[in-house]
């Protein structure tokens, strides 16, 4: 069955410090989408960052970059320059190829201290 | 990517009595996704609902309690039905476009 899993409950970082957020899965898939997002109070759902998984260049937007290992099956993410609007849970999702269900990790709550 | 507007946003609801959320879609879709996130939690997937089919259910819901409707590509509801306080939660509509997949802004519903 494809999991994926957030070891960190909750993180904290420092503003303008970086933070590097962790994300593993499981999968027998070879090709693949992994995303993450970003929720607010608000409760919109944000998309930060998305990978597909036949490209081994990792995605970059702005201050938000990833870590993909495929082999390993990890995705993490690094928010650098953490600013107080990054505050929010971020979930790491997976889905098997375009136009499928999203598989959710349990998220991670992050605080940025002023 | 699509935008999704969600109505209502949030709703007190008596026990026993059924919620109707609406999803309007500016683009036409064919895979809508209705997911459960109740507080603190991640996202649970309810059902997948694409038009002209009956909606696919997830292990552990069922469409006399959840019933959807997919009349055309751009809307969908879905229903909570006899409420109870369990119910309480925010409930969140899901399309997938070109591979990117955009969110409702959330229905908080709490059933007293």
């Known amino acids: 069955a494809q999991t994926v899993t957030q070891s960190q409950p909750e993180m904290s970082v420092q503003e303008a410090e970086t933070v590097t957020l962790s994300c593993t899965y499981d999968?027998?898939?070879?090709?693949?989408?992994l995303f993450w997002y970003k929720q607010p109070p608000s409760r919109q759902m944000i998309l930060v960052i998305r990978?597909?998984?036949?490209k081994q260049q990792n995605a970059t937007e702005n201050r938000f970059s990833v870590n993909f290992q495929k082999a390993a099956k990890s995705f993490s993410l690094k928010i650098s320059d953490s600013q107080l609007g990054d505050a929010a849970m971020y979930f790491c999702?997976?889905?098997?190829?375009?136009?499928?269900?999203?598989?959710w990790g349990l998220g991670t709550s992050l605080a940025v201290n002023p | 990517s699509a935008v999704i507007s969600q109505k209502p946003s949030r709703d007190i609801c008596q026990r026993g009595t059924s919620l109707t959320i609406q999803c309007q879609v500016d683009?036409?879709?064919?895979?809508m996704f209705w997911y459960r996130q109740q507080p603190g939690q991640s996202l649970t997937l309810i059902a997948t609902?694409?038009?002209?089919?009956?909606?696919?259910?997830e292990s552990g819901f069922v469409i006399d309690k959840f019933p959807i409707s997919r009349p055309n590509l751009t809307f969908s509801t879905l229903t909570v039905s006899n409420m109870s306080p369990e119910d309480s939660s925010i409930y969140l509509c899901?399309?997938?476009?070109?591979?990117?997949?955009?969110f409702g802004s959330g229905t908080r519903l709490t059933v007293v």
């Open positions: 683009s036409q879709v064919t895979m």
């Open positions: 999968t027998s898939e070879s090709d693949y989408y």
């Open positions: 899901s399309v997938v476009l070109d591979g990117g997949y955009t």
């Open positions: 999702a997976y889905s098997a190829g375009n136009n499928r269900k999203l598989i």
């Open positions: 990978q597909e998984a036949y």
């Open positions: 609902a694409n038009q002209g089919s009956e909606a696919t259910y």
